[in-house]
């Protein structure tokens, strides 16, 4: 049985919910950035890059919150160059479980920044796609772990 997830978490999933429509993801553009008002300064926008075994992940979007928490801003950078090598698998395998699923993905994970303030963080991972059938993009919440 899944854990309950917290009420920010919900209230997003919801939302993304709301806009899945026959079977089709909903876009980037759906979520304009008053509708995302409630959680944005804990949302990332990471861009899926390329195809196969070749997927990159770069971060177009990251919210002051998660800069705080992280202790650095990764807007422009890809998550594999930034996360150590050791850490790589654990931290973007959820990345790659949501674009198979096409579902959204819960984990709890820690930060890989030196200079994180928080090092326990969940974060809720929704797939976007403009065509609403290819993941161009997910909409990543992240939160510091209750504790």
Same mark, same amino acid.
Request: hydrophobic content about 40%; aromatic content about 8%.
């Given at each position: 049985?899944?854990?309950?997830?917290?009420?920010?978490?919900?209230?997003?999933? &919801?939302? !993304?919910?709301?806009?899945?429509?026959?079977? %089709?993801?909903?876009?980037?553009?759906?979520?304009?950035?008053?509708?995302?008002?409630? !959680?944005?300064?804990?949302?990332?926008?990471?861009?899926?890059?390329?195809? &196969?075994?070749?997927?990159? %992940? =770069?971060?177009?979007?990251?919210?002051?919150?998660?800069?705080?928490?992280?202790?650095?801003?990764?807007?422009?950078?890809?998550?594999?160059?930034?996360?150590?090598?050791?850490?790589?698998?654990?931290?973007?395998?959820?990345?790659? =479980?949501?674009?198979?699923? =096409?579902?959204?993905?819960?984990?709890?994970?820690?930060?890989?920044?030196?200079?994180?303030?928080?090092?326990?963080?969940?974060?809720?991972?929704?797939?976007?796609?403009?065509?609403?059938?290819?993941?161009?993009?997910?909409?990543?919440?992240?939160?510091?772990?209750?504790?």
């Amino acid at each position: 049985m899944p854990l309950p997830l917290r009420a920010e978490f919900e209230a997003i999933q &919801g939302r !993304w919910k709301e806009l899945c429509r026959n079977g %089709h993801l909903p876009a980037r553009a759906d979520f304009p950035a008053e509708t995302l008002t409630p !959680w944005m300064g804990h949302i990332q926008i990471v861009e899926r890059v390329g195809d &196969g075994d070749s997927v990159r %992940h =770069r971060v177009r979007l990251v919210g002051t919150r998660i800069v705080y928490y992280e202790g650095r801003d990764n807007t422009g950078l890809f998550l594999d160059d930034v996360i150590p090598a050791d850490q790589r698998d654990e931290i973007l395998e959820p990345y790659r =479980r949501c674009a198979d699923s =096409r579902a959204p993905v819960y984990s709890a994970f820690y930060s890989c920044s030196e200079s994180a303030i928080s090092s326990q963080l969940e974060r809720l991972i929704l797939p976007l796609a403009a065509d609403g059938k290819t993941i161009d993009q997910f909409l990543v919440a992240i939160y510091r772990a209750k504790t």
